[in-house]
């Protein structure tokens, strides 16, 4: 069975609805028809710097998330990134293949430096697309389900692939980037023309899944629209309704052309806002009720990442054995 890897970053406790549609439901969808390794990345997050509790306990948290979304453990592999050291290692390899300037023309690099200055950012925050890279390439994975977002990433790592095959024989599997047609990019509910993103200075455009259903039914009757008052699809003038369009459309499963003709008519952005909002809370509360589940149970989630990491060690340690051969590292015994 073909491979697919993916992951998230711990570095908040919830996940948001853009996360949740962009990324996990199709890990959910793709699981049946692949041998799925879903990593939470602790390494990564540990470049935005969170004190050893927070990064603690929203490592499980996010586990927990991954579970309570519908990653079947029985049939996936959930770990933690630093619980396999193939992935550090693996990234030296791929970070003295990368040239400087090429890393430096990373637009997340470059939006996360630009807000923190040069003295504010770290290393790490430099070399993280490599270290993705390894995550994804230590498993031969042919397809990374992702947001948008992370397209120039995968960009980076189909390259690094190439260019490691070429020079050392091929080793890498070349993987793509699986981005969802509809639900790649959610945007944020008080500015639509950008994502909905955790690290975004206006949280009230975020719907967080483990949020009071309440407080994301505020931020959903909130929501920038415009002063047209007719419900079309048009994301170029109207990006507040197509992205709550696009949302209603993901929950309920019935296509964009069929809402536009069900809100027809004047002043129906009232009526679409409810109807999201009640789609919202019907998939968050009993994901949050799963979450909360699991979190109180520590230890059962602890034996299921540490299953998960013994299985996706035995795939790292082969793939990192013939990378270390192929560059001419000597044997250690
Ligand atoms: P992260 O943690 O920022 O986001 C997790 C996933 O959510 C997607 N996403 C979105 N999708 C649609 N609309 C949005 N507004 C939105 N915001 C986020 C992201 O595209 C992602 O799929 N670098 C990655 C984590 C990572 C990774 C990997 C992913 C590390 N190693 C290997 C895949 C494979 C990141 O920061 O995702």
Same mark, same amino acid.
């Given at each position: 069975?073909?491979?697919?890897?993916?992951?998230?970053?711990?570095?908040?406790?919830?996940?948001? #609805?853009? *996360? @949740?549609?962009?990324?996990? !439901?199709?890990?959910?969808?793709?699981?049946?028809?692949?041998?799925?390794?879903?990593?939470?990345?602790? /390494?990564?997050?540990?470049?935005v710097g969170p004190t050893p509790e927070e990064l603690r306990r929203r490592t499980r948290v996010t586990a927990a998330q991954y579970l309570a979304g519908?990653?079947?453990? &029985?049939?996936?592999?959930?770990? !933690? +990134?630093?619980?396999?050291?193939?992935?550090? /290692?693996? =990234?030296?390899?791929?970070?003295?293949?990368?040239? @400087?300037?090429? $890393?430096?023309r990373m637009t997340q690099f470059k939006d996360k430096a630009g807000k923190r200055?040069? &003295?504010?950012?770290?290393?790490?925050?430099?070399?993280?697309?490599? #270290?993705?890279?390894?995550?994804?390439?230590? @498993?031969?994975?042919?397809?990374?389900?992702?947001?948008?977002?992370?397209?120039?990433?995968l960009e980076l790592t189909r390259d690094l692939a190439q260019r490691f095959n070429a020079r050392y024989g091929t080793t890498f599997v070349i993987p793509e980037a699986?981005?969802?047609?509809?639900?790649?990019?959610?945007?944020?509910? /008080?500015?639509?023309?950008?994502?909905?993103?955790?690290?975004?200075? *206006? +949280?009230?455009?975020?719907?967080?899944?483990?949020? $009071?259903?309440?407080?994301n039914t505020k931020k959903i009757k909130s929501a920038v629209t415009d002063t047209d008052n007719a419900v079309r699809y048009d994301p170029e003038a109207k990006p507040g309704i197509a992205n709550l369009l696009r949302i209603h459309s993901a929950l309920s499963g019935e296509k964009v052309d069929a809402?536009?003709? +069900? @809100?027809?008519? &004047?002043?129906?952005?009232?009526?679409?806002?409810?109807?999201?909002? =009640? #789609?919202?809370?019907?998939? /968050? &509360?009993?994901f949050k009720a799963r979450v909360d589940e699991l979190v109180g149970d520590p230890a059962e989630l602890d034996r299921v990442l540490a299953r998960g990491a013994e299985r996706a060690r035995e795939v790292a340690s082969a793939t990192l054995a013939r990378v270390y051969d192929a560059v001419g590292f000597l044997p250690a015994a």
């Open positions: 069975t073909p491979r697919i890897l993916s992951g998230m970053q711990p570095t908040h406790d919830s996940l948001h #609805l853009g *996360n @949740y549609l962009g990324a996990q !439901v199709s890990w959910v969808r793709m699981q049946s028809d692949f041998d799925a390794f879903f990593c939470v990345v602790d /390494q990564h997050a540990l470049t519908g990653i079947d453990p &029985e049939r996936s592999t959930v770990f !933690v +990134q630093s619980h396999v050291p193939e992935h550090s /290692q693996l =990234a030296w390899v791929l970070n003295c293949l990368t040239g @400087y300037g090429e $890393a430096a200055g040069t &003295e504010g950012t770290n290393v790490g925050l430099f070399t993280y697309p490599m #270290l993705m890279a390894a995550d994804i390439l230590l @498993y031969d994975a042919t397809a990374v389900p992702v947001g948008e977002d992370q397209r120039q990433h699986h981005i969802p047609a509809e639900t790649a990019k959610i945007m944020s509910l /008080q500015e639509p023309t950008a994502k909905m993103s955790k690290s975004a200075d *206006n +949280q009230a455009g975020n719907l967080m899944m483990l949020d $009071a259903p309440k407080a809402l536009v003709e +069900q @809100y027809a008519g &004047e002043n129906k952005y009232g009526a679409l806002k409810t109807d999201v909002a =009640a #789609l919202v809370a019907e998939v /968050q &509360e009993p």
